[in-house]
């Protein structure tokens, strides 16, 4: 015996005997694929099923094309409606529907064969008749349906086989994102693999591994199905070797005698390569495979399944994730299951691969599956990749625990889940379903907890979002996050001016375990409509249409493009602050983005850096957006971010790394650069060790800003020197007092009134800065993006950013970009927006709110105009409740009044005074 491979069989009287090469061992035999052409029936009134005494039905009148669905096929009730929820279905249908396939021709050489119908996934219950004999009934959304067909099929012969697929509320589940109308729909049909195998009648029904890195093994344990109905004798043949590793590793084949008289053997292995194994990790995703073998010698059976494995250790150590003894941070993102060229998820291993290579390509390391499970293929491809999957049972339900049915469908599905990818590295946490409630919620989820950890090869959480359950691994939980559901204009970006020194540690602070945070970051950029064009399957983008055609009509469809990009860059700045409060919060366990692409359903939510098809959007690229959320994140600690020039920048640099190394003796350097790419200060610090983990505190900076004698923003860059590893933020530096700034021929004025109508019409220039009480407008002043959707809240904030144009003479002493960042805070939440929707079409406000998409709605904050024959320069910003403690407002101030003085101020479109006492409360 090798002294490098040691393989134990816990059944008493066995023994190893050494490996020899196996003599003509008979392969399994190829499937056959039943996929093509059946013959249709939708059977939404249940009169079709056979009843003793009665026959089938005859031949099913219509033909449909498996794998696929009811919708694909163009079958079910035609849609007569539009909305802008959500897509729309072309084909609805729930109910029963029939498939019937002829002539599957099985070999004569299969007579004495278990032969056994294989239905990947299906949607969601099946049962089955061959040539005419009720075989059984299967449920699963997670699972494959696989059938014993082997009393009724024939043997060199042609079979007819009959599938009743009943996508019906079977249990009352509706919100899950399994069968959701939001994401994939309740389709009916059949995907994946569809195939008749044949086994031997001892053969392999089950083959799982249990990875022992501490003690470099591997547990083996395997079924075997003896249908002989005598005791069989045979040999377990095991072969492993490596797949990707950087150096080859091969393992002798090892044989295994054993013996046994029951209808299902069950054999347990221990297994030691004799050398280290390579681990598995987001970092470095090495793979085994295993190649596991039954031979019955004197009955010439044989049965061989193939397993690919990670050695990793998933644990936890107080509040953090622990993988292979080194400190993890999940930055994970959800997937809701969209897919609406087919209204199901994909099966096959290159569209997942795809997928998943977008995720880790955007920074991401985890992925949760909201209340679904992904089918076989994702599994393999997120080995692949490095990838920890969140996967969950479809439960997304008010009603937990009072349904005994129910109850009893879930606990088997978890069972079947764990069964059918188990295997997985990838696999790393399971969960209950999302957001759950009921009055026997928590024991129900307590009897899962303990039943599921049976299994060691995962992490459990009951439920995510809530509630949370003693037991649970770790906790993923609602709350830590800067908009909460419902909250208006009370959250953190909106209820003051940002400063980075707020953290999580309250939150930390609840519990011993790690806590994971529940569905952030769900900023939304304007829809992109050029995206219409791809949606060429089952799901139609109606919703995205009528939200085009109200732009539309509201003369506003030429900014379309803009609102996209400007409100997108916003979204990004949001959620960097938000990946970065999570990184400097000392213990935080991570967080799942909600999320990496767009969400189609729930009123719409355009919270994806890709759109629903994982393409990317124009305003950010997968570095730039993986570089915010770098598993080695720089940070840095700041009261705020606009300053004057009296002032000194005070900040502490910081570090999270959560890489596998840790770095000595580093030096750390940082620079403050003006716009143009000029130094204004840098400097460094040496020594640094960056140990794995949370947060190190790297330095402190500090720097006068006496030097500055304009309005500028600064970046500050943070670097990791002799790495790729750096970070940057904008600040922004005002002076403390500017130089007199006199309107000169401009009536200032703060009412819309006979006087400033007299002005105008003498050919005078008015500055109207209005009194915000004094607007007539129902706009809520919302300084940060839209979270998920108004529609679905019902609560501000409702409004994208700004859109405005940098190289407009009103901002030569205003720096700013296009778009929204955190300098605008002070001017947007002190200000009334106005709505400008009977403005003639040319009409665009000098700085103008992106709307609603829902409402699309020409709002502004300052506007120029021809009045009379006058000019008039017009702002809603509430300056006068400002200028004494607003840096910010005092530089917006002089830049308009600088710009009123030049001669530059030349508006180009006319509004009538009627016009502009639409905007104000008459008296």
Excluded at 725 to 735: A, D, G, H
């Amino acid at each position: 015996m090798s002294r490098y491979l040691l393989l134990i069989l816990f059944i008493t009287g066995s023994c190893l005997i050494k490996a020899q090469p196996v003599q003509n061992a008979k392969r399994t035999e190829a499937p056959i694929s039943v996929a093509g052409i059946w013959n249709f029936k939708l059977d939404p009134m249940n009169v079709s099923i056979p009843v003793k005494g009665s026959n089938f039905v005859s031949k099913f009148p219509e033909t449909i094309v498996l794998p696929g669905s009811t919708d694909q096929a163009g079958k079910g009730y035609k849609t007569q409606d539009m909305t802008s929820i959500r897509l729309t279905r072309l084909f609805e249908y729930s109910g029963a529907a029939w498939y019937e396939k002829d002539n599957i021709f099985i070999p004569e050489g299969w007579k004495d064969k278990q032969m056994f119908l294989f239905l990947e996934r299906a949607h969601w219950e099946t049962q089955v008749w061959i040539n005419g004999h009720k075989v059984g009934r299967e449920e699963s959304l997670s699972a494959p349906h696989t059938y014993d067909i082997t009393p009724y099929i024939k043997a060199g012969a042609k079979n007819s086989v009959r599938i009743r697929v009943d996508n019906s509320l079977i249990y009352d589940i509706a919100y899950t994102h399994a069968i959701s109308a939001e994401t994939q729909t309740n389709w009916n049909g059949i995907i994946g693999r569809m195939e008749i195998q044949a086994f031997d009648k001892v053969h392999i029904t089950d083959l799982q591994v249990y990875p022992q890195r501490k003690d470099n093994k591997l547990d083996i344990t395997a079924g075997i199905s003896n249908r002989t109905g005598q005791p069989v004798k045979g040999e377990v043949h095991i072969i492993c070797h490596s797949v990707n590793t950087p150096v080859k590793q091969s393992f002798p084949e090892v044989i295994v005698p054993f013996e046994g008289n029951d209808s299902v053997i069950t054999l347990t292995h221990r297994y030691d390569p004799g050398v280290q194994w390579y681990t598995w990790d987001e970092f470095d995703p090495y793979l085994y495979k295993l190649e596991y073998a039954v031979t019955i010698p004197d009955k010439g059976y044989y049965d061989e399944k193939t397993v690919r494995f990670g050695v990793r250790d998933l644990a936890t150590q107080g509040t953090q994730f622990i993988v292979n003894d080194i400190p993890a941070f999940m930055r994970g993102a959800v997937n809701s299951c969209e897919f609406p060229l087919t209204g199901y998820p994909p099966m096959d291993y290159s569209e997942w691969k795809r997928v998943l290579t977008v995720y880790k390509e955007y920074g991401l390391n985890c992925i949760r599956f909201h209340s679904w499970c992904p089918p076989e293929a994702a599994f393999i491809a997120a080995d692949e990749l490095g990838l920890y999957l969140q996967v969950e049972n479809p439960d997304w339900r008010f009603t937990v625990g009072e349904d005994e049915a129910t109850n009893q469908f879930y606990f088997a599905e978890a069972r079947r889940i764990f069964k059918a990818y188990g295997n997985h590295p990838s696999f790393a946490f399971f969960c209950e379903g999302n957001e759950l409630v009921g009055k026997g919620c928590v024991p129900f989820l307590q009897e899962m907890l303990k039943q599921w950890k049976t299994d060691p090869r995962h992490l459990y959480v009951a439920a995510s979002g809530y509630p949370t359950v003693e037991g649970s691994d770790f906790y993923e939980f609602y709350g830590a996050r800067p908009q909460r559901w419902q909250e208006g204009l009370k959250g953190r970006f909106n209820a003051q001016p940002l400063n980075t020194l707020y953290d999580y540690s309250d939150y930390v602070s609840k519990f011993t375990i790690p806590m994971i945070t529940h569905e952030i970051g769900q900023w939304c950029a304007y829809p992109d409509f050029e995206q219409v064009s791809k949606y060429v399957g089952v799901l139609k983008p109606y919703n995205y249409e009528l939200f085009r055609e109200d732009l539309r009509n509201k003369n506003m469809l030429d900014q379309a493009y803009d609102f996209h990009v400007a409100s997108g860059k916003f979204q990004v700045i949001q959620k960097k602050e938000e990946f970065e409060s999570y990184f400097r919060t000392p213990g935080f366990g991570g967080y799942h983005l909600l999320q990496l692409n767009d969400f189609p359903g729930q009123g719409t939510s355009p919270v994806g850096v890709v759109d629903v098809f994982y393409d990317p959007k124009p305003y950010v690229t997968a570095k730039e957006f993986s570089d915010i959320q770098n598993p080695c994140l720089l940070l840095l600690r700041v009261e705020k971010l606009t300053w004057t020039n009296a002032e000194t920048f005070t900040a502490k640099a910081q570090v999270t790394n959560f890489l596998k190394k840790d770095f000595k003796d580093a030096t750390v350097t940082w620079t403050l650069r003006y716009p143009d790419g000029r130094m204004y200060n840098q400097g460094s610090f040496t020594g640094i060790h960056i140990p794995i983990g949370p947060v190190t505190d790297i330095g402190e900076i500090s720097i006068p800003f006496a030097d500055i004698r304009e309005a500028t923003d600064l970046i500050v860059i943070i670097k990791i020197d002799g790495t790729d590893i750096s970070n940057k933020w904008k600040i922004w530096v005002y002076p403390q007092t500017l130089p007199d700034v006199t309107p000169k021929n401009v009536l200032v004025i703060r009412q819309w009134d006979k006087k400033a109508k007299a002005h105008l019409d003498k050919g005078g220039n008015v500055l109207l800065l209005a009194d915000t009480a004094k607007v007539n407008s129902n706009v809520s002043p919302g300084f940060s993006g839209i979270s998920w959707n108004a529609v679905w809240s019902g609560t501000p904030p409702n409004l994208l950013g700004i859109l405005c144009d940098p190289q407009h003479a009103l901002f030569r002493h205003f720096p700013t970009e296009f778009h929204s960042n955190w300098q605008w805070f002070d001017l947007v939440r002190n200000s009334k927006p106005v709505v400008l929707d009977h403005t003639p079409y040319a009409f665009r406000p000098l700085v103008q709110i992106i709307p609603d998409w829902n409402n699309n709605r020409k709002i502004g904050l300052i506007f120029e105009a021809k009045v009379g024959k006058g000019k008039l320069l017009a702002t809603t910003i509430a300056f006068n409740d400002m200028m004494d403690k607003s840096p910010v407002a005092r530089q917006m101030y002089y830049s308009m009044v600088h710009y009123m003085n030049s001669g530059e101020f030349s508006p180009e479109e006319v509004l009538t005074f009627e016009m502009i006492d639409r905007l104000f409360i008459q008296p």
